[in-house]
């Protein structure tokens, strides 16, 4: 069993920063595979980023790509986001989530943090 609660999120205006971080409860934290899903209003929760079990492999979605930074710290059981260049269409309930590997879809991960919203204003 794994509980995750993420944290940093909040209003920022667009071109800011923000540091999503995502605290797990397992002493199995590093060998899991972490995610971070986003999820807007009347719409579908969407892979953002991931990150392989050691940190050294990240993956992104295609709009985040340049802006965002997925990392961990295994010694902290903590998965952070690092989000740069904020746009208003970023606005959203930011998850976390892990999986026993890398995965895209978020029907394969099996936990799940609580969600932290992020509003970008223009």
């Known amino acids: 069993q794994v509980q995750l609660v993420e944290s940093g999120g909040g209003l920022v205006q667009a071109g800011g920063s923000l540091r999503l971080s995502c605290a797990a409860s397992a002493r199995t934290f590093s060998s899991y595979a972490m995610g971070w899903f986003r999820q807007a209003p009347g719409k579908e929760r969407d892979f953002v980023a991931a990150?392989?079990?050691?940190?050294?492999?990240?993956y992104y979605e295609d709009s985040v790509k340049g802006r965002f930074t997925i990392s961990r710290d295994n010694a902290k059981n903590t998965v952070y986001l690092q989000m740069n260049s904020l746009k208003p269409e970023d606005t959203a309930v930011y998850y976390c989530?892990?999986?026993?590997?890398?995965?895209?879809?978020?029907?394969?991960?099996?936990?799940w943090g609580q969600g932290t919203q992020v509003t970008v204003s223009s």
């Open positions: 990150v392989s079990w050691s940190g050294s492999n990240t």
């Open positions: 989530a892990a999986a026993t590997g890398v995965r895209f879809a978020s029907h394969d991960y099996a936990y």
